[in-house]
């Protein structure tokens, strides 16, 4: 496939066009025309760099690229040995942040709604971008402990729990560093019945604040790493790929235990 179509075709999936985002969404380096093998992975990192070459790939599929708002601009040092490195081996580097954390199917919320097998999943519709926050339940009532104990099976990682609750049902989650959006959920929890409530909050990391939050405004959180809740959107959407088109597509895990 060429290049060209392979970014036409990404770009229409995610709406990559039609979201303010802090980083550059598609084509970030570019490297050779025609696509003949696909890396996916979480972030850009020379570790996935590597990878990519040893499969002798064309380009590298990611949620965290290169590029983020606020960041020193000059190419020097780790930003200089990743780019020359994709340059050198003639690798194209495409990057999708927000737009792979919303999409309705192969998105990391949806993602990881489907991993946990949770029903009724929707967006919260009160916060940008839609799909930013999403809610589901769970078949079957939880404890606190019992919830904790299906993240740790499902994403292989131990989460940082805060707060403790007899039942939990109705969940809410934003996978990555999506600890602040806890704010938002105590703010719809005090709008709505006490049925309609969330019990509790999953994201991917926990800031200082954060704990502070949870216990004040009276909202079970759960931190299950930032890597953990975001290894599925980029893996999806390079299945589909795969599916829909043909391509040669493998995702790589970097661990990471952030």
């Not at 496939?1 to 970030?28: T, V």
């Not at 000059?74 to 919303?102: E, Q």
């Amino acid at each position: 496939m060429q290049l060209s179509n392979l970014i036409s075709i990404l770009n229409k999936e995610l709406a990559a066009n039609d979201i303010s985002d802090y980083c550059p969404n598609g084509m970030q380096v570019e490297g050779a025309q025609k696509i003949g093998k696909i890396v996916t992975g979480v972030t850009a990192s020379m570790a996935l760099i590597d990878a990519a070459i040893a499969t002798n790939a064309n380009a590298l599929l990611v949620h965290h690229g290169y590029f983020w708002k606020g960041e020193s601009q000059p190419i020097v040092g780790m930003k200089k040995a990743r780019i020359a490195k994709l340059l050198k081996h003639d690798i194209t580097l495409l990057a999708y942040h927000l737009p792979l954390d919303v999409h309705a199917t192969l998105g990391n919320n949806a993602q990881l709604g489907k991993l946990l097998s949770l029903v009724n999943i929707q967006a919260l519709p009160s916060v940008s971008p839609v799909g930013i926050i999403m809610t589901g339940e769970l078949t079957q009532a939880h404890t606190s402990e019992e919830f904790s104990h299906l993240l740790e099976l499902s994403l292989h990682r131990t989460p940082t729990c805060v707060g403790n609750v007899d039942a939990i049902k109705r969940v809410a989650w934003c996978t990555g560093g999506g600890q602040g959006y806890i704010d938002n959920i105590a703010q719809y929890n005090n709008s709505v019945p006490l049925e309609n409530k969330i019990d509790a909050f999953i994201s991917g990391e926990i800031s200082e604040q954060t704990t502070h939050s949870a216990i004040e405004q009276d909202v079970v959180y759960f931190a299950a790493g930032h890597h953990a809740t975001e290894r599925y959107g980029v893996k999806a959407l390079g299945e589909w790929l795969q599916v829909s088109y043909g391509l040669d597509v493998e995702f790589i895990d970097i661990d990471n235990p952030a």
